[in-house]
């Protein structure tokens, strides 16, 4: 099946019992039950819900895995995937990692013995450098938010499993119409649905996929005995969100592509971050390992006051968190989404005060630019 089609097709197609083309909404939370223990395979909503389930077996076959599994936030899946470590454990992890993902670690898992290493996962030898005798996983975000960083994801599966170590990649960003990080050798896949996934700006979700049998097992009964799951019409969003991400990615690609170059000629931009420029550090390592470089592109526009005249100005950019839906968004990284993170460390890794983040929309190309160019100018 061809990734178009698979959009369309992967999963559960509609509703057995009444030829509905789409599944149902199942809001409920419990199930009757014939006898004691008898039951059509349900009992409880926090354990399995069908539309829940549609969306599950979607996202496994999706990222080519053995079973999937849906969560309440992109947050609760990564928290709930950390939950597979022990107290005494360590995780080396990319450092412009999402600004939540940095604060769950940093202030509640590592308050509860789980100790971290953030690194330049998109240099080798400094994942190698962090692994310690307590190391069980290696965590990666490519391309990474904001700067758009990339991880060689095969070379670290294969680094990682000669270590006996277990690869979680968080694959929002690329989306898993544009990437396939289970087939590149990765053990977890996890994504913030709330993004492209949903793609129209109206649910918050989390997803994950995983690659073993021993690994489903393990996160089923984690996401079970810790309840971080979604209501059955946030599963029944995501499922209609990803019939149309084939059209949404290929249209936001487009438009980006036409967007860094303009950024890139123009003579106020400081510097465009985005993998499909060719002069970007991860761009060859990203056409081998993705079909797409995705809809997210980072410049600087100089200083703080320079991005905010600019945010001032823009008219189909959004200033709003978040990212990948269908409308296009514009964000200042160092006061929202990156705020969590101190300021020292945010020079450190280059989030600069006029770093700029922009979320690709399906409006025509050349109402954005034209909008960025009279911003811009000004
Ligand atoms: C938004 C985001 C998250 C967190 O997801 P929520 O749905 O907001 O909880 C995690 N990782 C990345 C890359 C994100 O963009």
């Known amino acids: 099946m061809k990734p178009k089609t698979k959009v369309i097709h992967a999963g559960i197609f509609g509703d057995d019992h009444t030829g509905a083309v789409t599944v149902p909404i199942y809001q ?33 076959e999706l990222e080519y895995g053995k079973a999937g599994f849906a969560f309440g936030s992109g947050m609760a899946a990564i928290s709930s995937v950390l939950m597979l470590l022990n107290s005494g454990d360590h995780i080396v992890i990319t450092d412009d990692v999402y600004g939540g993902t940095f604060r769950v670690i940093d202030k509640v898992f590592k308050r509860l013995g789980i100790s971290a290493t953030f690194v330049d996962t998109s240099d080798q ?49 690329a989306t898993p119409y544009w990437q396939h990080p289970l087939q590149l050798g990765a053990d977890i896949v996890l994504h913030s649905a709330t993004k492209y996934i949903g793609g129209h700006s109206d649910v918050v979700a989390g997803l994950v996929a995983v690659s073993s049998d021993e690994l489903a097992e393990k996160i089923g009964f984690i996401q079970n005995s810790v309840g971080a799951v979604p209501g059955p019409q946030d599963a029944w969003l995501l499922i209609r969100g990803v019939k149309t991400l084939a059209l949404r990615m290929e249209q936001i690609e487009a438009n980006a592509r036409k967007i860094a170059e303009f950024l890139e000629a123009h003579p106020k931009v400081v510097k465009v971050y985005y993998p499909g420029l060719e002069h970007h550090p991860g761009h060859e390592l990203a056409k081998s390992q993705a079909e797409g470089f995705g809809g997210m592109i980072s410049f600087d526009a100089g200083s703080g006051e320079a991005a905010d005249r600019l945010l001032a100005k823009v008219q189909y950019f959004t200033l709003a968190e978040s990212l990948g839906a269908v409308e296009s968004l514009i964000s200042v990284p160092a006061r929202m989404t990156h705020a969590s993170i101190p300021k020292p460390r945010r020079e450190e890794l280059g989030i600069t005060d006029g770093l700029i983040r922009l979320s690709i929309g399906i409006e025509d190309a050349e109402d954005l630019i034209a909008d960025l160019k009279q911003a811009l100018d000004d």
């Open 125 to 173: 030898k400094k994942i190698e450098g962090a692994i310690t005798e307590k190391t069980k996983a290696i965590y990666l975000e490519t391309p990474t938010n904001p700067l758009l960083k990339i991880t060689d994801i095969k070379k670290t599966a294969e680094f990682a499993h000669r270590k006996g170590l277990l690869l979680i990649v968080d694959n929002t960003f």
């Open 28 to 60: 409920t939370s419990t199930y009757k039950q014939e006898a004691v223990g008898i039951t059509k395979g349900y009992d409880y909503s926090r354990t399995a819900n069908p539309t829940r389930h549609a969306l599950e077996v979607l996202i496994k």
